[in-house]
């Protein structure tokens, strides 16, 4: 496809083949420089020799009549003379196609209505609108938005910033990233979402602003602790670790960050955990605890039971009292609401770990 276009556009006059080496540019740009003159390429007479056994690049012929305008969904009104722009090389010597001239081809044969991208390839847009009209092809509508920058400056890859496979791997959730990208630099509260639909709901050019935007990993952290606290289990389940139910789930998600936690509280609820180290004024209420639990009616609310039996009996409220019995029966300092595990913790081991912990 890439061939048959670049053919097209030989017969038509707008690439045309260039035989200077680099150095050989480079020593131009700095005469034009030195000049104080814009170092545009200076394209060559048509009837110039051709050096032998020299392979060209090719360069599209940028067409000077009148400017390149159009109207950025994000910068508003664009204008740029072509005459003040190199004739971008869209081929090297070696036949290897470079970016500009491929991606219109791409564009035009998938139908592309919208591009978005950095305010860096403003430039690049002027130069491909006309590579579009070339092709006889409609322009898709520009929107260039401002740059993100991170702590180590403009986010960019030489620069080791985090990329989408880190991301991955982390275990953030795409919409957490996405729910961010789609307000990064708007006027619009970020607002974790669980659908593409309901971030596309409300998605508006006009919302986004011209100053670089903050592109911050916490704040893709919160929304995906958010995403998940307000998923579904239907949503997870295939992703869930085996044994995972939906009472598990429901238990736990208001507490993880990542799905990836789960697998340590299933543990938690269905298997066993080692002792935890208790005080000794801890253990005289983790025996109570322990002879509280086998009174409890299991089916009815048994951690508020349990919290009232303790209260009457030993006096303690508050985190003398939660803290020593979150310890015991799930080896944590802190979780999700206990009022919630222990009845999927059950009986028979609740009892356990509380009479194991007052040893």
Known sequence: MYEREFERLKAAGRVYACYETPEELDVRRKVLLGRKLPPVYERKATDAPVPEGVAPHWRFHLDHGSPIEWDDLIRGPQKFDPALISDPVVRRADGSWLYLLPSVIDDIDLGITHIVRGEDHVSNSATQIQMFASLGAATPHFAHEALLVAAEGKLSKRLGSTGVDGMRDAGIEPLALLSLLARLGTSQPVEAKTSLDALAEHFDFATFGRAPAHFDLAE????????????????????????????????????????????????????????????????????????????????????????????????????????????????QDSGPEMAALLPIIGRDRAIARLGRASR
């Open 220 to 331: 893709v952290e919160q929304l995906n602790a958010k995403l998940l606290h307000a998923t579904d289990y239907a949503d997870v389940a295939g992703r869930l670790p085996a044994g995972a139910g939906e009472a598990d789930w429901n238990a736990l998600r208001g507490n993880v960050a990542h799905l990836g936690e789960i697998a340590s509280w299933l543990l938690v609820l269905h298997g066993d955990i080692a002792a935890p180290e208790v005080v000794p004024d801890d253990k005289i209420l983790l025996a109570q605890a322990a002879s509280a639990a086998e009174q409890l009616d299991w089916s009815d609310e048994p951690w508020r039971q349990l919290i009232e039996a303790l209260k009457a009996s030993s006096g303690r409220k508050g985190r003398a009292l939660f803290h020593p019995l979150r310890l015991a029966l799930t080896g």
